[in-house]
Each structure stands twice: as structure tokens, then as C-alpha cells.
């Protein structure tokens, strides 16, 4: 008789794995309240009403830098201007400008009012004023409404350097074949159109080649 085959033993049930513990969450940490900010640190050689900012035409300029340097920060004032102005008002160069008085201040924005008709001609940004005929230095926001209506003048008279103002270009005789290129790229084009001719040519050889 043939051998009752035995059905296999089933298969023990897995193990059930142990829940994992969920890690406890840490306790919210207080939120820190917002720091009050710092106050400027104090700087050395500061006499106590030190102002931070000095307001001079239409200016905010920054006291804890010297006469010179943060004069500066007006429009039209450069280095130059600037310590002969601190020279006008009988005002050290090398001290800082929050160390001054009001009345120093004061001084030094009058001579900057007057620069013209104290200094040399060639030390004003505005020498022979087409308008007036006289040496004048222009500072603040009068930099900015001289050179648009400047512009706007020659524009307006159709001279050659206000056509080139108009038109976008280089106004002082600069080339303008390699820098200052407006609109379409004009050398890519070149580039392709003699790249193309060169194909053109080359196909043209092989055709004639063809019919020999």
C-alpha cells in the first residue's frame, strides 16, 4: 500500500514584537524674551553730548567718523572739498564730527554755501555756470536736478552730445564697435552669417565634384 503522505506541522506563530515605547517628549522649554537691543558702544575720546547723527544739507551724516571722511556722504563733497571746508570753518580734520558743536556745524555749512566764491575755480564741481557766468559748487540734491536739466538743455538744442544722450550712446568720442553694444549683438550675427557663406560654399564644391 503506498505510504500515507503527512501533512507538515504548521509553522509556529511569530513572536509578537514588543510595542515600542514611544520616547516621553522633553518639556517645552520657556521662550526666552526677546532682548531689548544694545545700546552703541562707547567709543573713546566721545565728549557726553556726542550726537551719533549730524543732519547737514538734507544729510544724515555719521558722527562717530572724522570731519573729513564723513563729510563726504553729502552729494557733490569729496575729499578734497571737504578739508578745505574744514579749514574754512577753523575746524580740526582728524575729529569726529559728533564731537563738534552746532555752532561748528553751523560753520562749516555756510563756507559749504559760499564754496564758490571763496576757493579757486578749479576746486568747484561748477565752473562758469552757462546761466549765471559764475564759479558755483553744487551739492545735495541740486547735483542731480543740474545734471537732468543740463541734459534735458542739450537734448532740447539738438546738440551732438544731446542726440548721443538720446539715442543711448557713448557721448564722449568713446568706440563703439566693441563695448557700449545696444540691441541686437552684432558680432554673434557676423559670426553665423560668415559660418553660413562657408557652408554654402563647401556644398557647392561637393556638387560640381559630383558632376565631373
Partial sequence: MPEEKTAPAPAPAPAKAEERKRPEKAPKEEKEEPKAPRAPKKLEGVKEDFRYIVRMANTDLDGTRSVTYALTAIPGVGIRVAEALAALAGVSRTERL???SEADTDR???SLGKLGEVTPHWLVNRP???ETGLDMHVFGSDVEIRLRDDINRMRMIRSYKGVRHEQGQKVRGQRTRSNGRTGLTVGVIKKTAIAAAKA???EGGKKEEKKE
Fill in 98 to 100: 559728533g564731537n563738534l
Fill in 200 to 202: 554654402k560654399e563647401e
Fill in 108 to 110: 562749516i555749512q555756510e
Fill in 128 to 130: 562758469k555756470d552757462w
